[in-house]
């Protein structure tokens, strides 16, 4: 059947969760592609059949005429289902800059095919370029802090990092003081330690990094464990 | 107007029609896997997906017929008790697919049809979303406009929630989430 092949590709794109991306799927695509060059083939031995009748293409409606009508939708649609599969696709890889800063976990990486790694990247430098330009960071929290500083509770081991002008050290059960910029992105990146060179490997593939935020009340208002990193 | 990148729209126009061809058309004989030839037959039965038979009929090829969704005995069912009707199992994209096809096959009952199901069904699942959370039975009922309905009531509700008891702002993202539970336990453990 014409472009149930492209359909497909969409399904699985649809039947996921939204935001969140399937693993690209070469090989339908390439299946559709192939697809749209045997439509293509058909349509130009129509067209040619036309001709040896010396018919005019755009006033007749033989069977010819309406097989070639078939096979140029059947092109539209396949055309349609694959730019909508990319598009869907480069809106989920563009809202990950936002989501995860410019470095993304092997496991998102495995799922992109090369071109949308470069448009990621792309992307990704458009963005720090404007940003240092303005001299505004854009991926800081919308609604304006009461204080520039948060209260954290270091929930696991994850050693020294290095802060704007000094170090400290965030051991486990600790608390510290932090200024509300440098701790956002250990909240919502916590599966990507950006200062993980510093540790030692062996204990850094095993460490679990959990971050308690804790409100200037002492409450609770938020908690982030996160998972393995593989050093 | 939905847009050209949209999905639903996409999957919606791959729901199949049945339609009888009114010429006879050359060279696309694969459109019927069983097909001997590769040529369609003036008179020839066939399910075409949507956007197929809505460019096919405005060409007046083919004919098309109330696809069973449509039919007698889906409206009968409606009637008696519209929200136990399995809409997503007959066509998942039910009201979609009901405006497009109403001017084609004009049939001009299938508008009030479709607000009636419509009307009727939306009461009860505004009043599950906002009941208990295990729905499933229920929502695996609606069709794709109506669970996207369900799923708002739902996450506005649970965001009003959170609003008033005064949740957190700084959050995971959420496309690491639901990985991380499968993965590590939750609950901090040594190292």
Redesign the interface.
């Known amino acids: 059947m014409y472009g149930r092949s492209a359909s497909q590709l969409l399904k699985e794109q649809a039947s996921c969760e939204s935001g969140q991306l399937t693993v690209f799927n070469n090989e339908a695509f390439d299946r559709v592609i192939k697809e749209c060059d045997e439509h293509h083939l058909q349509l130009e031995s129509l067209f040619r059949k036309l001709m040896e009748q010396n018919l005019d293409v755009r006033t007749t409606t033989n069977g010819e005429h309406l097989g070639a009508f078939i096979h140029h939708h059947s092109l539209l649609r396949n055309k349609r289902c694959l730019m909508a599969y990319m598009q869907n696709r480069a809106e989920i890889v563009r809202s990950l800059r936002w989501q995860l800063g410019p470095v993304l976990p092997e496991e998102i990486k495995a799922k992109m095919s090369y071109s949308e790694e470069v448009y990621f990247v792309d992307h990704s430098n458009a963005i720090e370029s404007y940003m240092s330009e303005m001299d505004v960071d854009l991926t800081a929290d919308m609604v304006p802090p009461k204080s520039p500083s948060v209260q954290v509770k270091v929930l696991d081991d994850i050693g020294d990092v290095c802060l704007g002008d000094h170090s400290i050290s965030l051991t486990k059960d600790s608390l510290h003081s932090l200024r509300r910029t440098d701790a956002e992105p250990f909240i919502s990146q916590v599966s990507y330690h950006p200062f993980g060179a510093m540790r030692d490997d062996a204990a850094f593939r095993l460490t679990l990094l959990f971050v308690l935020f804790l409100g200037s009340n002492g409450r609770t208002f938020g908690l982030m464990p996160e998972k393995t990193i593989d050093g | 107007m939905p847009g ?5 729209d ?2 919606m ?2 729901e199949p029609i049945s339609v009888v061809f009114q ?6 004989g ?2 019927d ?1 069983g097909s001997e030839t590769i ?2 037959e003036k008179g020839m039965k066939m399910d075409l ?1 949507y ?2 038979a809505h ?2 009929h405005l ?1 007046q ?1 083919v004919s098309i017929s109330v696809p069973a969704s449509f039919s007698q005995k889906t409206r009968k069912e409606i009637q008696a008790d519209a929200a136990c009707v399995d809409l997503k199992g007959r066509c998942p994209y039910f009201y979609e697919l009901g405006c497009k096809i109403a001017p084609l096959v004009g049939d001009k009952t299938i508008g009030s049809f479709l607000l009636y199901a419509f009307t009727d069904r939306y009461k009860e699942m505004l009043s599950k979303s906002h009941g208990a959370p295990a729905v499933t039975r229920f929502s695996s009922r609606l069709t794709k406009e109506e669970s996207q309905l369900f799923e708002a009531a739902r996450s506005s509700m649970a965001a009003f929630k959170k609003w008033r008891t ?11 989430g ?3 539970k499968r ?2 336990p ?4 040594s ?1």
Request: proline fraction near 8%; hydrophobic fraction near 40%.
């Open positions: 050209y990148y949209d999905m639903d996409i999957l126009e791959d010429v006879g058309a050359h060279g696309c694969l459109l896997p040529d369609i997906p956007w197929l460019q096919l060409r090829a005064g949740g957190s702002r700084l959050e995971k993202a959420a496309i690491l639901r990985k991380r993965t590590v939750l609950g901090p453990s190292p």
